[in-house]
């Protein structure tokens, strides 16, 4: 059974850094697309960064460009997004996503992966 779980989310302040894990066990990511995606309350869950299985492709929504990087481990099965430079509204639950298979692109629709996490909340204040 796959299984992707969150980690590294939490209270931060304006202009801070995080960087958010997601552990995948129960399949391997060495070949897999794999994305980030959110949700802040009251709105839908959007894209953020993606990848394709060996980081040839990456891509990331005009939000967070520049800020956020997309990275991955095969050693680990850990897919990771440094957050750099926060900002309010990057405030949002945000989950992993992963097929693992090989995609062509695009990645930024969520009908493209296979499995989820549970999600972690990133909380930044002004």
């Known amino acids: 059974q796959v299984q992707l779980v969150e980690s590294g989310g939490g209270l931060a302040q304006t202009g801070d850094s995080l960087r958010l894990s997601c552990a995948v066990s129960?399949?391997?990511?060495?070949?897999?697309?794999m994305g980030w995606f959110r949700q802040a309350p009251g709105k839908e869950r959007e894209f953020v960064a993606a990848r394709n299985w060996n980081g040839g492709v990456t891509d990331y929504a005009d939000s967070v460009k520049g800020r956020f990087t997309i990275s991955k481990d095969n050693a680990k099965n850990t897919l990771y997004l440094q957050m750099n430079s926060l900002r309010p509204e990057d405030t949002a639950i945000y989950y992993c996503?992963?097929?693992?298979?090989?995609?062509?692109?695009?990645?930024?629709?969520?009908?493209?992966?296979?499995?989820w996490g549970q999600g972690t909340q990133v909380t930044v204040s002004s």
């Open positions: 996503a992963a097929d693992l298979r090989i995609l062509a692109p695009p990645y930024r629709a969520t009908e493209r992966y296979r499995y």
């Open positions: 129960g399949g391997t990511v060495s070949r897999s697309a």
